[in-house]
């Protein structure tokens, strides 16, 4: 079944990808359908191996299935370069060394902080802040922007399309956090990482004195 354009599973699938567990009875708070129409999109999901469930015992009341995707159903979201990138990091390590590889990442930081320099320069935090949630959700990070009572910016990522390489050589999260840092112009903290086995990156920006 071609997901992209069944409209209620998609749906479904996204809510999981975002919130990670959820039960039929909050997919269909969610959704604003019936939790009997919810349980017969569950079942289709779950029969071609894209969410599983697992039978949560509350304190009070019956047990009840809370799902999740599969690692089938994480396919279905963008996942950019994977194995042949990371073969490629892989083989130009074994050439030259671990410090090309250092080279090249720190390579496509300058590269790309050229590219978007022109589109953060001079401009508030606030305008940075948008610019940046725009460029990362276009790259399919199912991003989320937040500001808190304390004037302090959070950047959370739910996917990353680079996950496969960020896996085997974690300095690119801290090549993305040197980037963030130099088009922001402000103070970046790494709070979370899914590299690490959070279920979300999540940045701490905080605006600095010019």
Known sequence: MDYQSSSTKQQ???????????????????????????????QALERDGLICSTLFRQAMGRPTNVYELSAKGEEQFPQHYKQWAVELLSDLEALAGKEMVA????????????RYAHDFQDKPLEEKMQKLFELQNEQGYMAQLKKDNQGVYHFIAHHCPISEIAKKYRSICSCELQLFQQLLNSKVALQAC???????????IHETDE
């Open 194 to 204: 899914m590299t690490k086995g959070d279920d979300v990156c999540h940045y701490e």
């Open 103 to 114: 080279l090249l990442l720190q390579a496509r930081i300058a590269r790309m902080k050229e």
């Open 12 to 42: 479904i699938l996204k809510l999981l990808k975002m919130e990670k567990r959820l039960t039929a009875g909050e997919l269909a708070r969610r959704l604003h359908i019936s939790e009997m129409a919810v349980r017969r999109h569950l």
